[in-house]
């Protein structure tokens, strides 16, 4: 079937995507995707405080509406061609709005409200911000399974494994593999490290991201946030999550078998993939963008993770341990804290050695509600900002 739809011809695979964090790397990344597949059209996108391109993204994309999360900027914003909705309206705007899919790219703990929702709604997720699976990961899995939702990776660790997973049957899956390229400090000594600013920690190795993602990635707490994402997204044990250090981030991760065969997915470090697979998979568009180059790879490493220069990884692990609301205790310190570190008020182990204590000072409250876990947020980012 063919439509006809703002003065342009469609077929019938159009797609209306709802895209929250439409200014960060991923939300840029995934504009670029729409310029490149005409078929996929935007809904509705947002913005936090860089409202300043508003306007062009408005007059190229054509969406329906925007939402402005920062009240001061949405208090600020000119006018627009389209209806702009605020931090206290944007989501009954969404609920309403026509989109098949929603990328929830904002990043932190600020995107669990848009995650709960548009699962409770039984509607179909693209996930970037693991902060709120991983805040709320009993909780989502309990309405995704009430409400039908589909939540589908765009994390590029989760997305291999779901194309691992094609396929086979997944009570057949042993163990999986997560994959980390060990961050900018990877090959750093603790002494070294320890002096280290933020600065040197935002030049990682072989992705270019977002800031506050890059020093997840040098702390090892990324790795850890993957985990627990993997833990929901996949319905797995903590015995069956693996994190291996493979530094050319090739092999985007792996998934074991219980007869010892293993299936990956492999390719060049660009998120635009894994994005666009969640947009349009089972089926695999040809794109433009550079493949990889076999020649120019002579070898791959692995090495197993070091948790005496970055803690970061076994504290996410004893978060998803003792479940509940740790694992938003341990999201809330690390936000808190790395913005400290990018400001270098705090050292590279401060960030860790806070979060532990952030941790060790909580008692935890098991199935925690909605609006407990939005309380607990607001109070904890506020105390751990003034005593920090
Ligand atoms: P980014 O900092 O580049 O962009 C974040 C986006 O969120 C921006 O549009 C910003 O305006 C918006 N935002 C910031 N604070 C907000 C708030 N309080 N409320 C609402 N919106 C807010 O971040 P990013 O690197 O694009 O990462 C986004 C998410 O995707 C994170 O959860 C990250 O872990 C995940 N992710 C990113 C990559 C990557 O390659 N960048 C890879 C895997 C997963
Ligand atoms: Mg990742």
Redesign the pocket.
Known sequence: MVLFYKGLWYNNSMKKIGL??????????TLTILREFQHLRLSFL?????TDRLSELVAEFRPDFVIV??PDAYSQVGRLDVPVYG?DDYISAIEQSDADILI?????T??LLPTVKWIEWGRTLAL?????LVSAGELVTNLRQQSGAQIVP???EHSAIWQSLQGNDPKSVHKIILTASGGAFRDHTKQEITGLPAKAALKHPN????????I?SATLV?KG?EVMEAKWLFDLREDQIEVLIHRESIIHSMVEYVDGAIMAQLGVPD?KL?ILYALEHPKRLATSWPKLDWSQIPTLHFEKPDTERFPGLALAYEAMRKGGTMPLVFNVANEVYVEEYLKDKITFYGITDRIAQAMADHEVMQQPSVADLLALEAQLRQQLKETS
Do not use: C, F, Y
Not at 104 to 108: H, K, P, R
């Open positions: 929250l964090g439409a200014t960060g790397s991923i939300g840029t990344q947002s913005a936090h405080r860089q999360t920062d931090p929830n790219a904002i990043v932190g600020s995107g970037a911000n693991k902060e709120s765009i994390d590029s992705w270019s991201m977002g800031q506050k993602i890059t997840d990324n946030l998120m894994p």
